[in-house]
T-cell receptor
Framework: GGIITQTPKFLIGQEGQKLTLKCQQN?????MYWYRQDSGKGLRLIYY???????QKGDLSEGYDASREKKSSFSLTVTSAQKNEMAVFLC????????????FGKGTRLTVV | GEQVEQRPPHLSVREGDSAVITCTYT??????FFWYKQEPGASLQLLMK?????EINEGQGFTVLLNKKDKRLSLNLTAAHPGDSAAYFC??????????????FGAGTKLTIKP
């Protein structure tokens, strides 16, 4: 089986700082996603990518950039961290064009001080 | 775009009782439907999936019912046990046939099983 690895597991940043979260998958999946999960709430899609170098905006893309450097990696940048952005960021992947199971990483917990 | 409403946000039932979580969605072209389970401190794991038309899937003590006419998806837990305590999320996508690889999640239901 494959695995999705997110780094770092915990990220503490200062307000206004630019922060980068990384994600690697070895499923050989085409599609990768970044979701934000606020405490006690559901998942909101920030960006997704259906292939290398592709980027699609989700519902919450403002204030974020993303980069799909290669098929196995998808990074997310918080362009200017704000205190109300404290949340868990989940990376996920799935097989393109079948939309079967989405596999999730264990998340990066962001705290902004 | 697709809107998914999940109810209830919190649900507490006694061990051995049944529990029902429901999602309604807005896009009539939605084609793939999923339920995910998230235990405390862990990531999401696929619980069950159902595709197209009215369908019932059963497994692991759960039954999933999809009613496309009413745009409603439900997760029925038949006899709760302590290991079922978790957050549950429905997810809906249009599938590639409709050019929509986006997956929209419900807000989640926190299920607590009391002894």
């Amino acid at each position: 089986g494959g695995i999705i690895t997110q780094t770092p597991k915990f990220l503490i940043g200062q307000e206004g700082q630019k922060l980068t979260l990384k994600c690697q998958q070895n499923f050989n999946h085409d599609t990768m996603y970044w979701y934000r999960q606020d405490s006690g709430k559901g998942l909101r899609l920030i960006y997704y990518s259906i292939t290398e170098n592709d980027l699609q905006k989700g519902d919450l893309s403002e204030g974020y950039d993303a980069s799909r450097e290669k098929k196995s990696s998808f990074s997310l940048t918080v362009t200017s961290a704000q205190k109300n952005e404290m949340a868990v960021f989940l990376c996920a992947s799935s097989i393109f064009r079948t939309n079967t199971e989405v596999f999730f990483g264990k998340g990066t917990r962001l705290t902004v001080v | 775009g697709e809107q998914v409403e999940q109810r209830p946000p919190h649900l507490s039932v006694r061990e051995g009782d049944s529990a029902v979580i429901t999602c309604t969605y807005t896009d009539p072209n939605s084609y793939y439907f999923f339920w995910y389970k998230q235990e405390p401190g862990a990531s999401l794991q696929l619980l069950m999936k159902v595709f197209s038309s009215t369908e019932i899937n059963e497994g692991q003590g759960f039954t999933v019912l999809l009613n496309k006419k009413d745009k409603r998806l439900s997760l029925n837990l038949t006899a709760a046990h302590p290991g079922d305590s978790a957050a549950y999320f429905c997810a809906v996508s249009g599938g590639a046939n409709y050019g929509n690889e986006k997956i929209t999640f419900g807000a989640g239901t926190k299920l607590t099983i009391k002894p």
